[in-house]
């Protein structure tokens, strides 16, 4: 047997003893057969020549290594982080409603721009053979597309608020 196929089989035999060791922590065998071969098994071979018995390692709670003090520190710890994720939470939601509302603004402002173009009386003046728009309708225009620009800057903040909070 090759040594890497070897330490392949070893390898495997102590991970498969491993997750079964960490639900029942059962004892391994670690037996070594005549022709050399080291096998590890939940019971040993009969016909092994050496038979070592390998007791799963008896592990400490993690809290009972900790003293009252750690462990506050810990709990205070746990409650900080808890209480910045509803802030953050929270922040989210309002930076959300933000960028809704933002983008309302700006298909309300566009349709608003459109609606606008429609001539209404009073909106062109004669100009010698020709006709010009009044001044009431350029202003009103120049508004409009102002609303519109206005809007879209809104959502462009409110998406770059949504973005820090990432």
Do not use: F
């Amino acid at each position: 047997m090759r040594i890497g196929s070897r330490r392949l089989s070893v390898g495997i035999a102590l991970l498969a003893a491993c997750l079964a060791g960490a639900s029942a922590a059962q004892i391994l065998y670690k037996s070594t057969g005549k022709d050399g071969k080291t096998v590890y098994s939940d019971k040993p071979l009969p016909d092994a020549l050496k038979v070592e018995e390998i007791q799963p390692p008896q592990e400490v709670p993690v809290d009972s290594r900790r003293s009252a003090s750690d462990k506050a520190k810990l709990e205070k710890q746990g409650r900080e982080v808890d209480q910045r994720g509803r802030e953050r939470d929270a922040a989210w939601k309002v930076a959300q409603a933000e960028l809704d509302a933002a983008q309302e603004a700006v298909t309300t402002a566009q349709a608003r721009r459109a609606a606008g173009v429609e001539l209404v009386e009073g909106d062109v003046l004669p100009a010698g053979k020709s006709m010009r728009h009044a001044p009431a309708y350029t202003e009103r225009q120049e508004a409009l597309e102002r609303a519109v620009i206005e809007a879209e800057r809104r959502v462009d903040r409110a998406r770059a608020k949504l973005n820090l909070l990432r």
